[in-house]
T-cell receptor, first 112, second 115 residues
Framework: SQKIEQNSEALNIQEGKTATLTCNYTNYSPAYLQWYRQDPGRGPVFLLLIRENEKEKRKERLKVTFDTTLKQSLFHITASQPADSATYLCALGNQAGTALIFGKGTTLSVSS | SAVISQKPSRDICQRGTSLTIQCQVDSQVTMMFWYRQQPGQSLTLIATANQGSEATYESGFVIDKFPISRPNLTFSTLTVSNMSPEDSSIYLC????????????FGSGTRLTVV
């Protein structure tokens, strides 16, 4: 069955450092991969999308890589800030407009 | 991107009763998705709701327990029926973007506690 694993449930880093979160998947061939941020008591908020034929995407302090051979995506937050503390979810999609499959998420805590 | 208003934001319900969750979208969308997020778990898809047809349920979810309505292209409801403590969870609705360059939009969620 399809499976998505995010490397750890929790990640603690110091302010200013780069946070790197990992998403691995099996038994799936996604057309695209997305990353979301979820704060307590809120719904997920879209951050970045990367397609199967793209290697890397950047948006401000965020960078996503996608390796379809390794079946892995890395999500980087550079110059992290305490405001970046949240749960980050990896999601896979196959066709436009169909439901996403989510990983469990990694809770990032950035300390000052 | 679309904006979703989801109600209620939270509720505490007695076992055996039912709760209906509403999602209103500010634009017309073809499909709406309903997810459940149990504590410490990922979002699990319950069903996909198309306007004018019956919802499509994922394995482990049945219409009698989670009836869904989709009367028009901007609105949907999910009912959690005959609730038990195991139904305590966060329920979320979501819509896909019209453009594949954008991500999906989620409601703010309904935190349900069954006592």
């Amino acid at each position: 069955s399809q499976k998505i694993e995010q490397n750890s449930e929790a990640l603690n880093i110091q302010e200013g450092k780069t946070a790197t979160l990992t998403c691995n998947y099996t038994n799936y061939s996604p057309a695209y991969l997305q990353w979301y941020r979820q704060d307590p008591g809120r719904g997920p908020v879209f951050l970045l999308l990367i397609r199967e034929n793209e290697k890397e995407k950047r948006k401000e302090r965020l960078k996503v890589t996608f390796d379809t051979t390794l079946k892995q995506s890395l999500f980087h937050i550079t110059a992290s800030q305490p405001a970046d503390s949240a749960t980050y979810l990896c999601a896979l999609g196959n066709q436009a407009g169909t439901a996403l499959i989510f990983g469990k998420g990694t809770t990032l805590s950035v300390s000052s | 991107s679309a904006v979703i208003s989801q109600k209620p934001s939270r509720d505490i319900c007695q076992r055996g009763t039912s709760l209906t969750i509403q999602c209103q979208v500010d634009s017309q969308v073809t499909m709406m998705f309903w997810y459940r997020q149990q504590p410490g778990q990922s979002l699990t898809l319950i069903a996909t709701a198309n306007q004018g047809s019956e919802a499509t349920y994922e394995s482990g979810f049945v219409i009698d327990k989670f009836p869904i309505s989709r009367p028009n292209l901007t609105f949907s409801t999910l009912t959690v029926s005959n609730m038990s403590p195991e139904d305590s969870s966060i329920y979320l609705c979501s819509v896909a973007p019209g453009d594949r360059t954008y991500g999906y939009t989620f409601g703010s969620g309904t935190r349900l506690t069954v006592v």
